[in-house]
């Protein structure tokens, strides 16, 4: 049959073999089941050219959009995978490959009116590129393959955040590459419009059912690719959170018949503090040499505070590490995320009045579980709109609204006997030298010194938070914790596909009143002795519920509580990013 086979047939058909080969030298032989997809799509190409006047167009069309679509092998061989991919894992996406190109083709070929085809080719090619073309941005900018944590980041972000990174990572070089990826997706897609049917009749479109069935059938058999696989565990992971805010009435009616929960707690004003990518390596309190934290340094002279020495993060990104962070759920229990109370919940149920204060955007391209549990919040304050503007409508970062802009903001709060106070900065959010004014600019030297102002600067501000808390009546007690760190040391940022064990190395400090030391002395001493315990802060939602005095065995374990006598320190138990890492394994757990 080969060598009945014109030159197009033949170099095409030919380069398939070539590349299967070339592939296994690399990885190995693939399965028998798997050479199947092979034997298939080499019979499928060859017969789906029968439809067309010229087999040199069709052949082109399909090199090019072959080469467009597992054009990102050239970045999974290049770089690790968080899962390493097998010599099947490419087979299937090359035959996915070819019968998504092949369905685009006879596709649009039946449309006969020129523009329409145009159209219909270019909005075809446009959709199935977005992935492509994500791909090779990250790759480019981050010199990674892009995961699912990075897909969701993606999701969640906002357009100034977008803006910053693309500022802070991007390259001249990046943006030519990107270009061409576009231009090889443009030029795929003049090369589509090309190709005609033969003249019409009912063989032929017998024949042209049967191979889009076929071509159907196959891209639904090999849907689990390199990208298709990549793009559903992304919808699944968003599920996930979608579900979260759809269980909301059930979730409080749940609350509602726990007997330790409804109307319980101590009185008073409590306060957490939520960091932004701060690691506890680059802060001179936890001994780095510069002392870009007087304040937290000077206090922790005083009784009242209380630094905790060994905690880390339950994950690398914000919207994961928060969602257990805030919630009951966490990677030493069991419960359902979609289930789980969040700390607003609870702490409206126990009678609180809840107070969200924030200098992050209230929402990004996707809503997530910490949108949800702050739209809980009795008072919110926000100092910047839903996709990151300024409230006065202004789009970039200005000195109003640094951090310090939250302090003011605690004399607009209305207080209660019993109120929960929950703060959300900016921090160490990159691009680091749009988080502090140019008065805290003390360092210009070292590869960090931007990062290790905006330290500076956000050690000032909890500064200023203690001192407005404590002309508070019946203020009780602060915590404060970063959502996760930063890899700041290797400049990758908190990017997963780089995990960097300082990614998840997070400062934890308290503050507690002199009345919450004197009248509660016993919960103050184990605090004290516990400093030098393993935490991770998935276990926030523990320490908050013994601060506020709600107990109830229904939503949490005195073992995760690091405010209990019953607290389980064995680091072999503790884990990062999700359950994935052990802590162990971090040399500073040495």
Excluded at 29 to 52: A, E, N
Excluded at 112 to 136: D, G, H, Q, Y
Excluded at 253 to 274: C, F, H, R, S, W
Aim: aromatic share 14%; proline share 2%; hydrophobic share 40%.
């Amino acid at each position: 049959m080969f060598y009945r086979l014109n030159k197009y047939e033949k170099m095409f058909l030919g380069a398939y073999v070539l590349s299967v080969l070339l592939l296994s030298s690399m990885l190995g032989l693939p399965p028998l089941r798997h050479l199947i997809f092979v034997i298939l799509s080499l019979i499928i190409i060859y017969t789906c050219g029968r439809l067309f006047e010229f087999k040199k167009e069709y052949y082109k069309a399909l090199t090019g959009l072959a080469i467009f679509y597992c054009s990102v092998f050239f970045v999974t061989l290049r770089v690790d995978t968080v899962v390493p991919l097998s010599i099947s894992d490419y087979i299937v996406h090359e035959s996915f490959a070819a019968s998504l190109a092949m369905l685009i083709i006879i596709l649009s070929s039946l449309i006969n009116n020129k523009v329409l085809r145009s159209i219909v080719v270019m909005a075809s090619i446009c959709v199935t590129a977005i992935p492509i073309v994500i791909i090779w941005g990250y790759f480019f900018s981050a010199n990674s393959f892009l995961t699912v944590e990075a897909c969701m980041a993606i999701l969640q972000t906002n357009p100034l955040e977008a803006w910053q990174y693309v500022s802070d990572y991007g390259s001249f070089e990046g943006s030519l590459g990107l270009m061409l990826v576009c231009g090889v997706g443009y030029t795929c897609a003049r090369l589509v419009q090309l190709c005609d049917l033969k003249e019409t009749g009912w063989k032929l479109w017998r024949l042209v059912c049967v191979l889009i069935v076929l071509n159907v059938a196959m891209g639904y058999r090999t849907r689990e690719n390199i990208v298709g696989t990549l793009i559903y565990d992304t919808y699944v992971y968003a599920s996930q959170y979608g579900n979260y805010q759809k269980n909301r009435q059930h979730r409080i009616e749940n609350l509602a018949l726990l007997p330790n929960v409804t109307n319980q707690g101590a009185k008073g004003v409590y306060v957490l503090v939520i960091g932004e990518s701060e690691t506890r390596d680059h802060m001179g309190s936890y001994g780095y040499y510069r002392d870009n934290t007087p304040v937290l340094e000077s206090m922790k002279k005083e009784d009242n505070m209380i630094v905790f020495n060994k905690a880390w993060s339950c994950a690398n990104d914000t919207v994961s590490a928060l969602t257990y962070a805030l919630t009951n759920k966490s990677q030493y229990n069991e419960f359902e995320l979609e289930k789980a109370f969040s700390l607003v919940e609870v702490a409206n149920a126990a009678g609180y009045q809840t107070v969200w204060i924030s200098n992050q955007a209230q929402y990004g391209l996707a809503d997530t579980p910490i949108t949800a549990i702050a739209s809980e919040a009795k008072q919110q304050i926000w100092l910047r709109d839903k996709v990151g503007h300024l409230k006065d409508g202004r789009y970039l970062d200005i000195p109003d609204y640094y951090d310090d802009k939250v302090v003011s903001e605690l004399e607009n709060v209305k207080y209660d006997d019993k109120t929960l106070i929950v703060i959300h900065l900016m921090g160490s959010h990159n691009s680091y030298n749009l988080r502090y004014p140019k008065e805290f600019a003390r360092f210009s030297d070292g590869d960090s010194y931007e990062y290790d102002n905006s330290i500076l600067y956000t050690d000032y501000v909890l500064g200023e938070i203690l001192k407005k808390c404590n002309e508070i009546p019946d203020f009780q007690g602060l915590l404060y914790f970063s959502d996760h760190g930063e890899g700041i040391d290797a400049h990758v940022g908190h990017d997963n596909s780089k995990f960097t064990f300082q990614m998840t190395r997070i400062p934890m400090v308290m503050y507690l009143s002199n009345e919450f030391v004197k009248n509660r002395g016993e919960d103050y001493r184990i605090l004290k002795n516990n400093t030098n315990n393993y935490f991770t802060n998935d276990l926030i939602f523990e320490v908050m519920m013994g601060l506020m005095k709600i107990d109830s065995p229904d939503i949490y374990n005195n073992t995760n509580n690091i405010m209990s006598n019953s607290y389980d320190n064995n680091v072999e138990r503790f884990y990062t990013s999700y359950g994935k890492r052990r802590l162990v394994d971090d040399p500073a757990c040495k």
